[in-house]
């Protein structure tokens, strides 16, 4: 795990990441949460224009044998959302980070300053996972 | 009455047994110019590898079958015209004719020979008769440095027993995949990563051949043999010297008339509308053959059915792997100008502690409204039932909302519980449901 968690993004502790890029946040799932699905069959990504608030169910993910749900750890409204991963769901098990999800208009940058580093998601997420 | 039937390969020889069936009485006379009666084309490429061990075995219909029911066939008979309701015909050089009340065109279709510079100059192999395969067998030799221009289902097939037999293949195929005409992209990768002993090169732009050695824009190949399988066209040289209406094919309406009365056609050597996009295409299929044949049978003795348009229902077997597909491919209906969704599912054969060995993928392509329109599955199994499903679920304009409520049957040591199709068919459900709302 200790190369899952690129020094460039964010992490929230509902395997999210999160980057700034200009004026919006880019978001999506991290590489140990998409390791634990055999392979996405689907995504249900929000419209766009949708106003979020902090944690608001974002983004449904399903496999076979499992489904899950994102919640957003920032408020804004989707700005963006990546139909490459909706047309083909398995891009996410091939690069979770190349391959985001969402992208939001965020109110307050400083919700970002609240979000862990890297070091402190693989901290985070050894014990998580391990436990 | 009499009916004459030019050409006895499955879709004349199928018509003529079929004739037989609806009635006792009329004369039915076959005129083939091979010395063979009809043969499975389609088991060629199984006799190489030796799947099929028996040569004989693919003739299906014997001389005794052919007495049996009343049906005289003229081998040796070349047809050179049609005059005044007579086939005019040569054996042994000897001018014949023979008067008909309804004449049957089962021409068939011939290899295509592609215009590559320097070809001509060498020796090369295809592969559509029963001289061909014998040719080919013949020549068999492990190690032998085998290339095969074409990656169409016979060029695929060819290549899957060549490699079979050991010798080293490398296929080349013009367009970004093999079986272009199949498959997409996506899927085609899957497959290959099954021929493992086939040296594949897509995109592959032949400059020319010079001795053994194929130039390519950005590569070349050697080869000890060489065999081309650019695909086939309709024989339209009768038809033609007829002054038949013919484009791609010959062009016959919804009861297999051509443009002059009493003079119908079927099987390889016509053309016909595709279902989902209206549009006239040549199809070579032998089940297609059959199936016009029994139609045809009914219509020239009064009981006319209309031929629907059709879907191209494909399947080929290459080594242990299964690969077919039907309707229409997301390239395909891309280029259409249709708005698509489409939906690629892989998962385990048979239930995962059955076999883990065995796997199975499958896409299915649908319209915004959920309606199928085509689909393709390659597995380590049977795939024709699957495949015969859609095909009937796209003509009857079946929803995958239809098909992910399916009944399927289940034993894990044949399917999973969860039918690969039916998976693919709920999540290409939610995919329509998003972008109805979005």
Known sequence: ?131 | MRVVIIGGGSAGTTCAFELRKLNKKIEIVIIEKANHYEYSPCALPYLINDEISDFDKIFIYQKEDYENNNIDVLLNSEVYNIVDNKVLYKVSGVEKELPYDKLILATGAKAVVPKIDGLSEVDFYQLKTVADFKKIKAGIQKGSKSVVIGAGMIGVELASVLSQQEEQVTLLEQEKNILPNMLDKDMAVILQDFLTDIKIIENAKISKIVKNEIVMSDGKVNFDKLFVCTGSMPNLDLAKKMTLKTNEGIVVDEFFQTSFDNVYAIGDCIEQKEFNSGKTVVSQLGSLAVLQARFLAANILGNKQVWEPIVNNTVSKLGDVYVGSVGLSETRALALGEKIISVKHSDFLRSKYYSEKEKISVKLITDYEGVILGGQIIAHGEVAGQLNLLAMAIKQKNTVKELSNLENCYNPAVISVLSPLTVASIVAEKKVTFLKNN
């Open chain 1, 1 to 131: 795990m200790e190369n899952d968690f690129p020094k460039d993004l964010k992490y929230s502790k509902d395997y999210v990441w999160l980057k700034k890029e200009n004026d919006v946040v880019v978001l999506g799932v991290v590489k140990p949460g998409v390791e634990q699905v055999e392979e996405f069959v689907f995504v249900m990504l929000p419209e766009k224009e949708k106003q979020l608030q902090k944690g608001d169910v974002c983004i449904s993910l399903e496999a076979v044998k499992w489904s899950g749900e994102i919640t957003t750890p920032v408020i804004g409204k989707v700005v963006d959302v990546n139909m490459d991963v909706f047309n083909n769901p398995s891009l996410l098990n091939k690069d979770p980070y190349k391959n985001w999800l969402i992208k939001i208009a965020i109110t307050d940058e400083k919700e970002l300053t609240q979000l862990m580093n890297a070091n402190e998601a693989l901290l985070y997420y050894q014990e998580k996972l391990n436990a």
